[in-house]
Structure formats: structure tokens, C-alpha cells
């Protein structure tokens, strides 16, 4: 729970200094700021859970529960006092609104950084009960946000990278040669063809690398050598267990294998090292590695790389040139910078302005290095 200050002047019309077991101004003010924040994230994770499917779902509106548990308690020590919860943070208003609208992976990425703010564990007016939930939630939430990072690393990692290699890498480049003294039109197209170039390269290498995947995915299944051969095999030299050693079979297994194969053994004693029809398997492995896998993450590189070099040159396009031309390519990459960064430092759990920043001081680094060897190269062709 994220309890940020909400000043508020109302003050406790009970409230008895000479009475030892009232509590202070100070205490009442965070009490009422607690409630609000458990309010708010009962209705956090009460939207999320409604938005979400059978563990999800569950687990979520079981949270909901617990934090309406908190909100209780709150409520009762506030009872004697006549005052209700003050307004709730900006940022939690913030997650009911987007748990209400948008999918659950980075409200909970958001949530999770919230849970692990929680004050209650330096607040000795928190029962230790309450403050160990508040730690568990972090863990449940967590758990919960891995699912969605999982289910969103593959194609989020291609579309980060692959833009942000076109955005550093074009304006890298028009940098360099905006520096050499280039009219704006020259400019233009050596951008265009840094970006053809890096997103032909981008999709090429994807595409080589996708299909040689799957070949040794392909070249590692099993044949079905063992089913036209068997009946000629030699009994006294049963080289059939040989394979399935091979495979990784243990020694007893391997036998049991290959007797259950050539019509040896009537009982499957051991379950476990029983046959399995390898037409099944060859099938599974195929179909883990679907046709057009490869022609497609070739075409969504190319795209991805495309539409992060195309910032740069925007300026140019427009008819821009010189100095203002590259500030503002500059302004537009640092921005898109900012967004992928800090999508991905939301998506990891991590500070979105620390990964933003840390993707902004990266590009730039590579423009500036560049606009300078330009300057150097201009000064030195000069």
C-alpha cells in the first residue's frame, strides 16, 4: 500500500488532549490517509480482478477482500473521532482509473511498485498482522505480474529493441552527417537509407535466425528408423536400446522400452517407463514451431526497426534543415526513448524514469559521439 501524504484540515471534534489513551492530531491525519489507500486499492484490485479470468480473477477479488479488511480497522479507529478517510493519492486515483480500463499487466507492474512503498512497517499504530499482509501483497502481486511478463516477453522484447535499435542507430547516423555541413534534402536520404538498411538487416537476421532454430529443432526429433527396422533387429544384440539411451533413457528403461517395442512384454509393470506413440512426439515438436514463424518475425523486426528510424528523419521530411532540423530529431528520439524505457522499466518492476533515463543517456551518448566525429571529419576535409 502507497500511503502519500494528503494534507487535510479537518481535525478530530473529540480529539481530548488530557485524555492519555486519545491519540494526537498526527496520528488521526495518517489514519485517515491509510483508509483512504485501502479503499482505493480494495477498488484497484476489485476492477483488475473483474477484468480478469479463473486464477487471476480469483486470487485478485481475494485481495480485494483483504484490503476491505484494512479498511475496516481504520474505520473503527476512526469511529470515535466522527471523521471519514481523506481524499485518496493521485497515483492510486490513477490505478482505478486505468484498472478500470486497460489490461492488467502494467497496473499490476504499477501496483507492485506501490505495494513495495508501503509504510506500514516503520508505523507502530499497524498491527503486525496488517503489515505482514501488506508485504504479502507485494509477493502475490508480483507473482501475478510475472504471468503477464511472461506471456508478453517474447513479442514486447522484439518491438522494444527493434525500435530502439532504429531510433539510436538512424539518429546516430543523421547526426554524423548532419554534422558534415549536408543540405537538409541529402540528409533525408541518408536517413531513408539507413533505415532500409537496418530494417532489411533487422528482418534478414531475424528471419536466418528463426529458420535455423527451427531446422535444429527439426533435425533433433526423433525418426521413426526404429518402427521399419525392428523386425529385422537381432535379438542377441538388441541394439534398440542403444537409441533410446541415446535419447537419455536410463539403462532400465531403455530395456523395458525396447522389449515393449519388439512385443516382449505383456504388463507394463512400471507405468512410468511404459511406450509412448513417437508419431505423438514428432507432431508435438512440430507444432511447437508453427510454418511462417520465421517469415513472420522477419516482417515484425523490419517493422519495428522501421518505425523507430523514421523519428529521426521526421524534421527533414517536413523540410526542415541544419541546426533546427537536428535539435528537433534530437527532442522526438528523446522522447521515444523515454516511452520505451520506461515501458520497459514498468514492465521489469523497476523505476519507468530510471530505465527512461538510462535509454535517453544511451542514444544521446551515440548522437553526440557521432556529431562530433562529423564535426571532426567536416573540420578535417575543410
Known amino acids: 500500500m502507497n500511503a502519500s501524504p494528503a494534507p487535510s484540515s479537518d481535525s478530530p471534534a473529540s480529539l481530548n488532549p488530557g485524555d492519555p489513551g486519545a491519540a494526537t492530531r498526527s496520528q488521526v491525519r495518517r489514519w485517515r490517509r491509510y483508509l483512504a489507500e485501502e479503499q482505493a486499492e480494495a477498488e484497484i484490485y476489485r476492477r483488475l480482478g473483474e477484468r480478469s479470468e479463473g486464477r487471476h480473477r480469483r486470487i485478485l477479488l481475494e ?4 484490503e476491505g479488511r484494512h479498511s475496516r480497522h481504520w474505520q473503527s479507529q476512526l469511529a470515535p473521532y466522527g471523521l471519514g478517510p481523506t481524499r485518496p493519492s493521485l497515483g492510486s486515483r490513477t490505478l482505478m482509473l486505468l484498472a478500470e480500463h486497460f489490461g492488467t499487466v502494467f497496473v499490476l507492474a504499477l501496483l507492485q511498485r506501490a505495494e513495495s512503498r508501503s509504510p506500514y512497517a516503520d508505523d507502530a499504530d499497524v498491527p503486525a498482522s496488517m503489515a505482514a499482509d501488506e508485504a504479502l501483497h507485494e509477493e502475490i502481486v508480483r507473482a501475478l505480474a510475472n504471468d503477464g511478463r511472461q506471456r508478453l516477453s517474447g513479442n514486447f522484447r522484439a518491438a522494444v529493441f527493434g525500435a530502439n535499435d532504429g531510433l539510436v542507430s538512424n539518429l546516430a547516423l543523421v547526426m554524423g552527417v548532419g554534422a558534415t555541413g549536408m543540405a537538409g534534402s541529402q540528409v ?13 538487416s533487422m528482418g534478414a537476421g531475424e528471419f536466418v535466425s528463426v529458420r535455423s532454430q527451427r531446422e535444429m529443432l527439426d533435425a533433433s526429433l526423433p525418426t521413426q528408423v526404429t518402427l521399419d527396422v ?75 526497426f522501421a518505425s523507430g528510424a523514421i523519428i529521426p528523419i521526421i524534421p527533414f521530411i517536413l523540410g526542415m534543415a541544419g541546426m533546427p532540423a537536428l535539435v528537433l530529431a534530437m527532442v522526438l528520439v528523446g522522447i521515444a526513448l523515454l516511452v520505451t524505457g520506461g515501458a520497459v522499466g514498468l514492465l521489469s518492476g523497476a ?22 566525429l562529423g564535426l571532426l571529419f567536416n573540420t578535417t576535409v575543410g
Open 188 to 200: 533525408l536520404f541518408t536517413g531513408i537509407a539507413g533505415l532500409l538498411a537496418g530494417a532489411l
Open 351 to 372: 523505476s519507468p524514469l530510471k530505465r527512461g533515463l538510462r535509454q535517453l543517456s544511451i542514444g544521446y551518448g551515440a548522437a553526440i559521439a557521432t556529431y562530433l
Open 63 to 66: 485481495v480485494a477482500e483483504a
Open 230 to 304: 525392428a523386425p529385422q533387429l537381432d535379438l542377441q544384440a538388441n541394439e534398440l536400446e542403444l537409441v533410446y539411451r541415446a535419447r537419455g533413457m536410463s539403462a532400465e528403461a531403455a530395456a523395458h522400452r525396447a522389449a515393449e517395442r519388439l512385443g516382449y512384454l505383456d504388463c507394463d509393470c512400471d507405468p512410468s517407463l511404459s511406450y509412448q506413440d513417437e508419431d505423438d512426439q514428432a507432431d508435438s515438436g512440430e507444432d511447437n514451431v508453427a510454418l511462417g514463424t520465421d517469415l513472420g518475425a522477419s516482417a515484425s523486426s523490419f517493422c519495428f
